[in-house]
């Protein structure tokens, strides 16, 4: 709707808006992961311990049911993100750390365990980008990413002995020194968030995003194919790389060339064009099949392997931030627009009053 002004989008919008509603209907407002829209029954992932909600799942709505609300005039998509928010902010915090279960019904967590790529990952990036969406306004965003990222940053950001800087997962207080490829997007994010930072500190989180996304890239350098596995560890001899068969595969995920997009808008360091670029002749190369692009099984073969599937996301993000890392800063500009967790452009909504 925001790209076209077409008024089909709106009011289709605002009706997914309101199926959705159900899920909300929890002793705690938490959403349950999954909902019939038909009917508007609601329950959790059965693999979901202890029927518990996801972070990143009712940790992403952040944006759009704001929007909803502005679109609808109805203030209840907007009520319902902030009582999330006031959980969350309420609920003892392990280290300051957010784990990726949560009870809908109880409002405890469920496991602690801690990742800032699947399960976990969208939630940070939510609170910054509500922060930049808000024009700035949203403070209690922006505390609440400043505290998530000193505390990721205090317990899970490590250096490997090949001096990688990297983000392990959190299993109870012991950690796991592996990073999944949807963990590469924090480089991007911990950028985006240098500009909440104080003057004093802008400068290390720069820093500390330049070498994380410069540690996925290693990913993809050290692969025969030069295109990333679905997980890498750091254990000697075998840095950035997968060491389990099962995490090989790659399936045209966005998060590495995601963060290539923003340190080149922030840096404007050619070396980021050039990874993208070498990213996007592996996919030309070992992805490209007949009928569209495919994931691939192994990485660390130039004989690909393919599963073939297109997923959706390839289209959303893989594709689209490869256009932007090669495009102008004026085409869908950072000050203006926020991404959306699958790269889908929300405008900054702006101060009525300029004081």
């Known amino acids: ?16 808006g309101e199926k959705l509603l159900p899920a909300f209907n929890t002793p705690t407002g938490i959403p349950r992961g999954v909902i019939n829209l038909g009917n508007g029954i609601s329950w959790s992932w059965g693999w979901a311990s202890a029927g518990s909600s996801i972070l990143a799942e009712f940790g ?36 300051g750390l957010y784990p990726n279960f949560l009870s809908p019904v109880t409002g405890n967590w469920v496991q602690h365990h801690v990742s800032v790529g699947g399960l976990g990952d969208s939630f940070y990036e939510y609170l910054i980008k509500s922060w930049l969406m808000s024009d700035k306004t949203d ?11 000193e505390a ?9 002995p090949g001096g990688l800087t990297y983000i392990a997962e959190w299993r109870g207080g012991i950690l796991d020194h592996k990073m999944g490829h949807l963990a590469c997007f924090s480089g991007g994010m911990i950028a985006v968030g240098a500009e909440a930072a104080a003057a004093d500190r802008k400068q290390h989180y ?29 254990v000697s001899g075998a840095e950035a790389m997968a060491t389990r ?24 360091d050619p070396k980021y064009r050039q990874w993208g670029w070498e990213a996007l002749q592996a996919l030309e190369q070992y992805c490209r099949t007949e009928s569209g692009f ?57 101060r009525t009053a300029r004081g």
């Open 1 to 16: 709707f925001y790209l076209t002004g077409e008024e089909v989008f709106r009011r289709k919008a605002i009706e997914l």
């Open 60 to 95: 992403s709505l952040h944006l759009e049911f704001v929007h909803l609300s502005r679109l609808s005039g109805n203030p209840v998509f907007k009520e319902k993100v902030m009582k999330i928010r006031k959980v969350l902010n309420k609920i003892e915090k392990p280290h």
């Open 139 to 149: 403070q209690e965003a922006k505390k609440m990413y400043s505290d998530a990222i």
């Open 152 to 160: 990721i940053e205090q317990n899970l950001v490590k250096k490997s």
């Open 206 to 234: 720069m820093d500390l995003a330049k070498s994380i996304t410069a540690t996925c890239h290693e990913s993809y350098a050290r692969s025969d194919s030069k295109l990333g596995p679905e997980a890498f560890h750091f």
């Open 245 to 268: 068969l099962s995490d090989r595969y790659y399936i045209l995920r966005p998060e590495v060339v995601e963060s290539y997009m923003y340190m080149w808008r922030y840096t404007h």
């Open 294 to 350: 495919s994931g691939i099984r192994d990485v660390y073969t130039t004989v690909p392997n393919h599963d073939n599937m297109q997923q959706s996301f390839f289209l959303a993000e893989t594709l689209k931030y490869l256009y932007l890392l090669f495009s102008d800063d004026d085409l869908l500009p950072l000050d203006d627009w926020v991404f959306n967790t699958e790269a889908h452009p929300l405008p900054v909504i702006r």
